[in-house]
Every structure is written in structure tokens, then in C-alpha cells.
């Protein structure tokens, strides 16, 4: 018996320093209750929320968290919308907030929000605006190319960026992550910040745009996309090919009070030009 706890221990140290693992996650690799108190005993774990653990006593990051997620637990959660913008570089055009905005078909577990972290974790069902999303996961043994391997080959939408943490963080890619936020408007975003932001997306790739918009099923944020796209005439807006994209029929009161463009039915706050 103690041989094969020393054996379990040993491969115990082969998760990396800082790693966050699940009681489930421990359980199936045969650590049971009782030897999960132990190493907690002995310093070779950590708890840092209920049923969680990791090795190391570096401080929590919530991208370390989140890419625990979704290496080691097989998550589909994925960094979207305006938290993926300002991984991106993007920020400075929305103002920082304390949020971090997840996009999956299923809620993160519990835990996540336990963690001592100074950041809230906004979650979203990602079906709701792309309905044939992939659930993009992980193996156990993925490490999102830190060991040399090449990062995973992941569907149109998504990418991995490994500069924020050490393992790479799975994110949605900026157009994406721009119909993500103008599903947000008018209730979490402001039309200003995504004026702003629209102004600046010089860069973005065409292909990735039609992906998104065919994609899309919200009439509400393809219009808004469309409503930006004309104010700020990119390079990229001549190759999209408008007609095959769904904008349904009739009136969106999006801004009460405010003014209704001509051209996508919407209502659009004063200052921003649009006409009644």
C-alpha cells in the first residue's frame, strides 16, 4: 500500500505547478477523500476553494483558472466577447472592467466563482447566438503548446493565445468576439465604446466575418454589425457579401427615445446619428 501511495504521489507531481484540479478530476485518478486530506495535510496540495486543489502556493490567477478548465477538466468554456477583446489588445477602447466573460454551452462549476479572485465571471450560452458551435475541449494530457507540441487546430472563431499564462488560454478570435459584444447592447456596453472600438478594427479578416455572420442567428446583432460596419467603411466591408446574410424584417426598439436608421430598422441613440 505505501508503494502504490508514493506512485500515486509521484504522478501527483506531474501537474503543473499552479494547476486546478476537481475533487471528480482527483477521484477518477483513484485519490480518494482521505488521501486528498492527507496531501492537503502534508502541504502537497492546496485547497484553495470546496472540492478544488492545486500544487503550489503561487497566487491564483483567473486565467490560470480558466485554462485549468479547460486543459485539465475538458471544459468548452471559452474567454469571449469584451474580455477577449482586451486579451487581444483591445481594451483601451472599452475601459477596463472586473469582469471576465465565458461563453459555453454549459455554466461553469461552482468552484470558479469561490476562488479568491478579485474578478467576477460573467457566463453566457454560447448556442444562443451561434447555435452549431463546436464544443472545443481538451484532452487531460493537452498542454496548449508549452511542451513544443503544435497548438491544437481549433474551428473557425476560436484561437488560443499563448501569451497570457503559461499554458495558452482559449479565447474567441476579435470577430467573435465583436458580435459577442454587440449582443451585450444596450444593456451591459454602450453604444459609444463600441463606436470607438468599430473605429479601430481596421484589420479584420473578411473571411472571418462572413463566418461569423453566417453563423450568427440574432437579427439584432448582425443589424448593429452592419449599422457600425457603414460608419466607419473599412477596407474589409466591400468584401462581405451582404446578401447572404438573414436581417429579417421589421422595426428593433433597441434605444428607447432614440432616433431609428433608415437603412436596419433599429433605434440608435441621438449623438450617433441616426435619422427618424
Same mark, same amino acid.
Given at each position: 500500500?505505501?508503494?502504490?501511495?508514493?506512485?500515486?504521489?509521484?504522478?501527483?507531481?506531474?501537474?503543473?505547478?499552479?494547476?486546478?484540479?476537481?475533487?471528480?478530476?482527483?477521484?477518477?485518478?483513484?485519490?480518494?477523500?482521505?488521501?486528498?486530506?492527507?496531501?492537503?495535510?502534508?502541504?502537497?496540495?492546496?485547497?484553495?476553494?470546496?472540492?478544488?486543489?492545486?500544487?503550489?502556493?503561487?497566487?491564483?490567477?483567473?486565467?490560470?483558472?480558466?485554462?485549468?478548465?479547460?486543459?485539465?477538466?475538458?471544459?468548452?468554456?471559452?474567454?469571449?466577447?469584451?474580455?477577449?477583446?482586451?486579451?487581444?489588445?483591445?481594451?483601451?477602447?472599452?475601459?477596463?472592467?472586473?469582469?471576465?466573460?465565458?461563453?459555453?454551452?454549459?455554466?461553469?462549476?461552482?468552484?470558479?466563482?469561490?476562488?479568491?479572485?478579485?474578478?467576477?465571471?460573467?457566463?453566457?450560452?454560447?448556442?444562443?447566438?451561434?447555435?452549431?458551435?463546436?464544443?472545443?475541449?481538451?484532452?487531460?494530457?493537452?498542454?496548449?503548446?508549452?511542451?513544443?507540441?503544435?497548438?491544437?487546430?481549433?474551428?473557425?472563431?476560436?484561437?488560443?493565445?499563448?501569451?497570457?499564462?503559461?499554458?495558452?488560454? #482559449?479565447? !474567441?478570435?476579435? %470577430? &467573435?468576439?465583436?458580435?459577442?459584444?454587440? =449582443?451585450?447592447?444596450? /444593456?451591459?456596453?454602450?453604444?459609444?465604446?463600441?463606436?470607438?472600438?468599430?473605429?479601430?478594427?481596421?484589420?479584420?479578416?473578411?473571411?472571418?466575418?462572413?463566418?461569423?455572420?453566417?453563423?450568427?442567428?440574432?437579427?439584432?446583432?448582425?443589424?448593429?454589425?452592419?449599422?457600425?460596419?457603414?460608419?466607419? #467603411?473599412? !477596407?474589409?466591408? %466591400? &468584401?462581405?457579401?451582404?446578401?447572404?446574410? =438573414?436581417?429579417?424584417? /421589421?422595426?428593433?426598439?433597441?434605444?428607447?427615445?432614440?432616433?431609428?436608421?433608415?437603412?436596419?430598422?433599429?433605434?440608435?441613440?441621438?449623438?450617433?446619428?441616426?435619422?427618424?
Amino acid at each position: 500500500m505505501a508503494t502504490e501511495n508514493r506512485g500515486k504521489l509521484n504522478r501527483l507531481q506531474q501537474l503543473p505547478d499552479g494547476a486546478l484540479v476537481d475533487a471528480a478530476w482527483l477521484e477518477r485518478r483513484g485519490y480518494s477523500s482521505s488521501l486528498r486530506s492527507q496531501y492537503v495535510k502534508a502541504g502537497w496540495l492546496n485547497q484553495p476553494a470546496p472540492r478544488v486543489y492545486r500544487r503550489g502556493n503561487s497566487p491564483i490567477g483567473w486565467r490560470e483558472a480558466i485554462i485549468s478548465l479547460q486543459t485539465f477538466l475538458e471544459s468548452d468554456l471559452t474567454v469571449g466577447g469584451r474580455s477577449a477583446l482586451e486579451e487581444l489588445g483591445y481594451g483601451h477602447y472599452l475601459g477596463r472592467r472586473r469582469e471576465v466573460h465565458l461563453y459555453g454551452a454549459q455554466r461553469p462549476p461552482g468552484w470558479l466563482a469561490a476562488l479568491p479572485l478579485e474578478v467576477e465571471f460573467v457566463w453566457h450560452n454560447s448556442r444562443r447566438l451561434f447555435p452549431d458551435d463546436p464544443v472545443v475541449t481538451q484532452s487531460d494530457d493537452a498542454q496548449s503548446g508549452t511542451s513544443g507540441e503544435p497548438l491544437p487546430v481549433l474551428p473557425d472563431g476560436f484561437l488560443i493565445s499563448d501569451g497570457t499564462a503559461k499554458w495558452g488560454l #482559449r479565447l !474567441a478570435s476579435a %470577430e &467573435r468576439a465583436l458580435f459577442q459584444l454587440l =449582443d451585450e447592447l444596450p /444593456g451591459r456596453e454602450t453604444f459609444h465604446q463600441v463606436d470607438m472600438l468599430m473605429e479601430g478594427l481596421a484589420n479584420f479578416s473578411p473571411r472571418s466575418l462572413q463566418v461569423q455572420l453566417a453563423s450568427c442567428t440574432s437579427i439584432k446583432v448582425k443589424r448593429l454589425f452592419f449599422y457600425f460596419a457603414d460608419r466607419h #467603411r473599412h !477596407a474589409w466591408l %466591400e &468584401r462581405l457579401d451582404r446578401s447572404a446574410v =438573414d436581417l429579417g424584417t /421589421g422595426k428593433r426598439v433597441l434605444v428607447k427615445g432614440g432616433k431609428l436608421d433608415p437603412t436596419y430598422l433599429i433605434t440608435v441613440p441621438e449623438e450617433l446619428d441616426g435619422l427618424s
